[in-house]
């Protein structure tokens, strides 16, 4: 029944029909929810009654007149530290585990393994790992002489909590950077590498002037899967400590949940979503700007 | 050849999406099928005997009543084995309802809420957190139930006079502490006074027993501290509702405040766990029963849950909290969920017939170790009768005004939160004045 059609046609919509199902989850789960929760922001909706009344830009206004929002983002930094950390340990590993070593594809399962866990399973583990009395962490500290240390309230000083966390994110996702790592390297030409050895480069030389500026497009990828990882945390947070103690450890998006779903203010917490939407675009476009100064390669 | 190819594969699309329509259809036939049925049956029944069968389903016999119903419930570890022992025995008076249990999620508040704003309501479910003026667009009046006058916290879910919702047990809280524990570290006597109090956790601390397990970590541990103490301290039941009248509800010498500085007094001392920021519910219970830790204050539902985690139940004893020094001993009563029937349920009647049921005959409440939502009935639990011989007044606690509720979310307060940083704070007072203007502000903000 196609055949009198002409070849271009027929091409069309093999890509229509192929392209329609995924298309359509698409804007069913990600577009239309979005243009719902733009739609929300401007109104006061409580979250289960059928009015919706509409209050303009009062969101908008509400958080950005209230400082105590944008403070909670500095909780965030400590997981953008932890996140930088942990590029440079996955590019490590990604250059050790590339060479030729005995075990290596064990010892790449090994670290890739965290990150298959549940988010909230890895939380709940980590909560025992972390407990001051009972904790693995304290009791292996303390049975190696460090009975000072052994006392530390992992999760319950102020300064330390957020670091504690982002390190738990550390153990998870580092895996996960050290696979694309591994994958971008595997692909760097080995005649570039012989050239360099011809040329008398040492392996440091060659780390930091072959190896590295032929990975810059997916170090930035990284870069950027951890700056919105690090604004975007959530799990690790409410599980183990609840934002505690006393705030301390509150995310941003822990706390447009809580203004969602414990204060009954779905219009502000949409506001508040959008917002980080495009806090996460500007910072972005911010990276962009920094790592492209030296042109395009 | 080519042609051929795509001729098959646009052929291939096209069973798939008529199978795939026929499913929604075949699916569609099935449930319509299925709802109308018990409605049928009812309606000949109701033309063929008794017409008042629809409005008083109480008066109408077991067998009248027939459909499926399914109610969402929080206690997911009872699905498969005490549920089913119920579903056994309802069965025997209602031989034509079918009940079917669904597990809520960890949030039944949450959950709930989604479902309202889905309008894919449970027959049988449990009032969320909503303002009372709401319930009619959800849920069906319980007045034809016959329970008005034998039901406690009546009042608590109506609106305009219309039941909606009858609480599923009650619960008072105070002191669950081990006897071992207690009888170890040298107390001979329940303490009566907060000073007896004070020196009963000298004792336990001297004995290396963790005096009182907070669970502050948690938050929702404390919050017999916030809602139920401030209340008894001032003696008045519709205490939490005196917020609207004022721009500093929070101060030291009122009901919160007191009740917080015990709390704060309690960590100073060292007799909650060594770290609070760093504790272990599920832990605790077993240290409890196992007597490294003596004491909580929770609802007496925990009592259960202590035994339950290891010790016998005559290890386990309940005492009224002594928040003062005056020997008068008053304890909240605070109901737990809420029954209710939704408005829309297909089968309205089988679903009363389940609320009323479970209230009256299932026996929930001993397994849950709750005071039974029927006035005067006496509970089968020790602790429960140990507890009312230390002669105890319980006060009712009253509902929340829905407009206190409103600041309150207005000002983003969440008053046990609120409670951890006023223990942790170096000086609380500035805790309670950040919070009292933030209620100031909501309130002139809403105009109350």
């Known amino acids: 029944m196609l055949g009198t059609l002409s070849y271009s046609k027929q091409k069309t919509i093999i890509i229509v029909s192929f392209l329609l199902i995924p298309l359509l989850l698409l804007a069913t789960f990600t577009y239309y929810p979005a243009l719902k929760l733009i739609y929300y922001s401007f109104t006061n909706w409580d979250g289960y009654s059928p009015e919706k009344p509409w209050v303009g830009l009062d969101n908008y206004r509400e958080v950005f007149s209230n400082p105590d929002i944008f403070k909670v983002f500095i909780h965030n930094f400590a997981y953008f530290v932890m996140g930088i950390v942990q590029n440079v340990v996955a590019i490590y590993f990604a250059v050790v585990l590339n060479s030729k070593l005995r075990g290596r594809n064990g010892f790449r399962i090994m670290l890739f393994l965290p990150y298959i866990m549940n988010g909230v399973a890895v939380a709940f583990m980590f909560g025992y790992v972390f407990d001051t009395t009972n904790g693995s962490l304290n009791l292996f500290l303390d049975s190696i002489g460090l009975h000072h240390l052994a006392q530390t309230s992992w999760l319950g000083t102020e300064g330390l909590v957020n670091y504690s966390l982002a390190s738990t994110g550390f153990w998870r996702f580092m895996g996960y950077n050290m696979v694309i790592y591994i994958a971008s390297l595997q692909a760097i030409p080995r005649d570039i590498y012989e050239a360099a050895k011809i040329d008398g480069a040492g392996s440091f030389q060659t780390l930091w002037r072959v190896t590295l500026p032929n990975m810059k497009a997916v170090i930035q990828l990284n870069l950027f899967l951890t700056v919105t990882g690090a604004l975007e945390v959530f799990d690790l947070p409410f599980v183990l400590t609840k934002g505690g103690p006393a705030g301390a450890s509150q995310t941003y998006v822990q706390r447009v949940v809580e203004t969602a779903f414990a204060y009954n203010n779905y219009g502000l917490a949409s506001a508040m979503s959008i917002i980080l939407l495009f806090f996460v675009v500007i910072v972005l476009l911010v990276q962009q700007l920094v790592l492209n100064r030296g042109g395009d390669k | ?448």
């Open chain 2, 1 to 448: 050849m080519r042609n051929k190819l795509f001729s098959l594969c646009f052929v291939i699309i096209m069973i798939f999406s008529l199978s795939l329509t026929g499913c929604g259809s075949n699916n569609n036939n099935n449930a319509a099928s299925a709802t109308d049925k018990p409605a049928a049956t009812t309606d000949t029944e109701g033309t063929g005997g008794n017409a008042s069968a629809t409005t008083e389903p109480a008066a109408a016999s077991g067998t009248d009543i027939s459909g499926k119903i399914t109610f969402l419930t929080n206690r997911t570890d009872m699905i498969g084995k005490e549920y089913d022992e119920y579903v056994k025995r309802f069965n025997e008076k209602y031989p034509n309802i079918k009940v079917e249990f669904e597990a809520s999620q960890t949030d039944y508040n949450q959950q709930a809420k989604v479902r309202m704003a889905s309008g894919e309501l449970p027959d049988v479910m449990f009032v969320p957190s909503i303002p009372n003026s709401d319930l009619p667009k959800y849920f069906a009046s319980l007045d034809d139930l016959g329970l008005n006058d034998k039901i406690t916290f009546k009042d608590f879910k109506s609106y305009e006079g219309k039941l909606y919702g009858i609480t599923t047990g009650n619960s008072t809280s105070g002191i669950v502490y081990n006897k071992k524990a207690f009888a170890d570290a040298g107390i001979t006597e329940v303490p009566k006074t907060w000073d007896e109090f004070l020196a009963a956790c000298e004792k336990l601390k001297a004995k290396g027993i963790v005096p009182l397990a907070s669970n502050f970590k948690d938050k929702w541990p404390l919050n017999d501290w916030v809602f139920a103490v401030p209340r008894i301290i001032e003696n008045k039941a519709d205490f939490p509702n005196d917020k609207l009248n004022t721009d500093t509800p929070f101060t030291m010498d009122n009901g919160y405040g007191k009740s917080f500085s015990l709390l704060r007094e309690l960590n100073e001392k060292g007799y909650l766990e060594k770290d609070i920021n760093s504790t272990n519910w599920e832990q605790s219970k077993k240290d409890i029963a196992a007597g490294k830790f003596a004491m909580y204050f929770l609802g007496n539902w925990v009592i259960n849950q202590v035994v339950g985690a290891g010790t016998t139940s005559d290890n386990v004893g309940f005492f009224p909290l002594p928040y003062d020094n005056s020997g008068k001993l008053t304890a909240p009563l605070s109901p737990d969920f809420f029954y209710a029937v939704a408005k829309d349920s297909k089968n309205v009647d089988a679903a009363k017939a389940f609320v009323k049921w479970m209230i009256e005959e299932s026996g929930y409440e001993d397994f849950a170790g709750f005071i039974s939502p029927l006035k005067g009935k006496e509970s089968k639990l020790p602790q429960l009768k140990e507890f009312q011989a230390t002669g105890v007044t319980l006060q009712e606690g009253t509902p929340d005004d829905p407009k206190v509720t409103e600041i309150t979310n207005k000002a983003q307060l969440d008053i046990p939160a609120m409670l951890q940083e006023f223990v942790l704070a170096k000086d609380p007072q500035t805790v309670f004045d950040k919070w009292n203007k933030a209620w100031a502000k909501a309130k002139k903000d809403l105009g109350y």
